[in-house]
């Protein structure tokens, strides 16, 4: 039973332009998401997080939205950058809860 | 600081082997995660330690255990290993209980079931 869908496996994008990368989720009870950022042969890295009390949370070129009603969110990058070129995977939490994963979305930024 | 290390970062094994994985945390870190990452079933949870003791226990067979050291290194062991076992075991660790505390991801190690 995946809580956590990314329903696009892949996505490119030119250099310079926006890069929305989307998550839905099904259970209400989560109240912290976050997304994570993987490189091949390493571990995913922490990228950015909201609190479900928000509705954006923005860090340099990345910022997240969270929609509630929808039980939706997402990752926007702008502007893209070819080292943004990665697995992107969002993840919901609830409190006293574990991790639910996404199955992720590989980003490609074309030069 | 060193960051999160798995060990071995490479495994092949045969089926109805047994397996067991390490996981060394950041130094100070007391909370110890594992996920099993697959194509299309992204990164599942399997166990959480805190302190020598399991925490939170995601939906896997019972073939799947774990236990964590006074030191907060964490084995992870699956007996009787089916091809469907093969994948990228992941451990994470944080500071405290996970939850809004962030998780620090080490490589991996890849598991590969004959």
């Known amino acids: 039973d995946q809580q956590v869908k990314q329903n696009s496996p892949s996505l490119s994008v030119q250099e310079g332009r926006i890069s929305i990368l989307n998550c839905d989720y099904t259970?209400?009870?989560?109240?912290?998401f976050l997304w994570y950022k993987k490189y091949p042969a390493e571990g995913p890295t922490f990228l950015i997080s909201i609190s479900s009390i928000k509705d954006k949370n923005e860090d340099g070129r990345f910022t997240v939205f969270l929609n509630k009603s929808a039980k939706h969110l997402s990752l926007h990058i702008v502007p893209s950058q070819p080292g943004d070129s990665a697995v992107y995977f969002c993840?919901?939490?609830?409190?006293?809860?574990?991790?639910?994963f996404g199955t992720g979305t590989s980003l490609t930024v074309i030069p | 600081k060193a960051g999160v290390t798995q060990t071995p970062r490479y495994l092949i094994k045969t089926r109805g082997q047994q397996v067991t994985l390490s996981c060394s945390p950041i130094?100070?870190?007391?909370?110890v995660s594992w996920y099993q990452q697959t194509p299309g079933q992204g990164l599942q949870f399997l166990f959480e330690y805190f302190s020598e003791t399991q925490r939170n226990k995601g939906n896997f067979p019972g073939r799947f255990s774990g236990r964590q050291f006074s030191n907060s290194r964490s084995e992870m062991n699956v007996s009787t290993l089916e091809l469907g076992d093969s994948a990228l075991y992941l451990c994470a660790s944080s500071l405290t209980r996970t939850g809004r505390n962030e998780q620090f991801f080490g490589p991996g190690t890849r598991l590969t079931v004959l």
């Open positions: 130094s100070g870190h007391r909370s």
């Open positions: 259970n209400s009870m989560f109240d912290y």
């Open positions: 993840a919901a939490f609830n409190t006293g809860n574990q991790f639910y």
